[in-house]
C-alpha cells in the first residue's frame, strides 16, 4: 500500500444523493441512477488539461452536511455519487451540489481489501487524525482506477 499526500482546494460535486437511512445497497443504487442520468450533467463537468473530467466522487459527510467523518463508527451519513464539476456549477432538478472543503489529504489506490481499516492504522501510526470525512475517487484518465482520500487538514 503506497500512500501519498496532496492538497486539494475546495471543490464542486454534483451527483445523485442518499444515505446509509436508506438501507443496504445504497451507494450501488445511488451509483445506477447517476451512470443513468449522466447526460443531465456531463457538459458540467470540469475538466482536465487532456479533456478528461477531472474526477468522478464517492463524496461523503455526516448528517450535518459538515463533513465530517460519518458517524457510529462510520457506519452513518451521507453519500453523494458524481462528478467534479466547474466552479459556480448548477445542480439540474434531481442532482444535488455540493462544495467539498479543502483539505490535506493522505490518499491511496484502491488495490487490496480492507483498505478503509488499513488506512486508518496508518494515521494513527503516523499520529495522524481524520479533518473530515473520507471520499472515493475514480480517476478518469486512469481508466476509472478508485482511490481513498483521507482528509488530515482542513485548509
Known amino acids: 500500500m503506497e500512500v501519498k499526500r496532496c492538497v ?6 454534483i451527483g445523485k444523493e442518499g444515505s446509509t437511512k436508506d438501507g443496504e445497497g445504497f451507494i450501488q443504487r445511488l451509483w445506477e441512477e447517476a451512470n443513468a442520468c449522466f447526460g443531465e450533467v456531463a457538459h458540467l463537468a470540469r475538466k482536465d488539461e487532456n479533456g478528461n473530467i477531472a474526477g468522478i466522487w464517492g463524496a461523503m459527510s455526516d448528517f ?15 453519500y453523494l455519487a458524481g462528478i467534479e464539476a466547474a466552479d459556480g456549477a448548477e445542480a439540474p432538478r434531481g442532482w444535488v451540489k455540493w462544495i467539498i472543503p479543502g483539505y490535506e489529504y493522505v490518499y491511496v489506490k484502491c488495490t487490496e481489501d480492507n483498505l478503509f481499516e488499513k488506512m486508518l492504522k496508518y494515521l494513527e501510526e503516523q499520529g495522524l487524525t481524520l479533518a473530515g470525512a473520507v471520499h472515493d475517487f ?15 487538514r482542513r485548509l
Not at 480517476?139 to 481513498?148: K, R, T
Open 8 to 13: 486539494k482546494e475546495s471543490f464542486c460535486v
Open 64 to 78: 450535518s452536511r459538515s463533513f465530517k467523518p460519518w458517524g457510529n463508527r462510520f457506519t452513518e451519513g451521507l
Open 138 to 152: 475514480n480517476c478518469p484518465a486512469e481508466n476509472g482506477q478508485g482511490y481513498m482520500f483521507f482528509p488530515v
